[in-house]
């Protein structure tokens, strides 16, 4: 499992993509909730409730929708 921290630009943590076994990409908060996933073999991205949010890897658009909330 691959893991990349994502950091605001005062080094804040702000969540994580974690890549599992099967290659699908997952979002986490800062916290370790999860908030959505990228399924490459599909080109999907869904957000936790499993709704689709549309095609290619959003999950960038999920993150910034989540911390403005």
């Given amino acids: ?3 990349e921290v994502l950091k605001d630009r005062y080094g804040r943590k702000l969540g994580e993509i974690v890549e599992k076994r099967d290659g699908t990409l997952e979002l986490r908060d800062r916290l370790g909730r999860y908030l959505g996933k990228y ?3 599909r080109n999907e991205t ?3 409730t499993g709704r689709l949010v ?3 890897n959003l ?3 999920i993150l910034e929708r ?3 909330d």
């Fill in 39 to 41: 399924d490459p073999k």
């Fill in 1 to 3: 499992m691959r893991k």
């Fill in 59 to 61: 999950l960038g658009m």
């Fill in 66 to 68: 989540y911390l403005e």
């Fill in 54 to 56: 549309g095609k290619g």
């Fill in 46 to 48: 869904r957000d936790r």
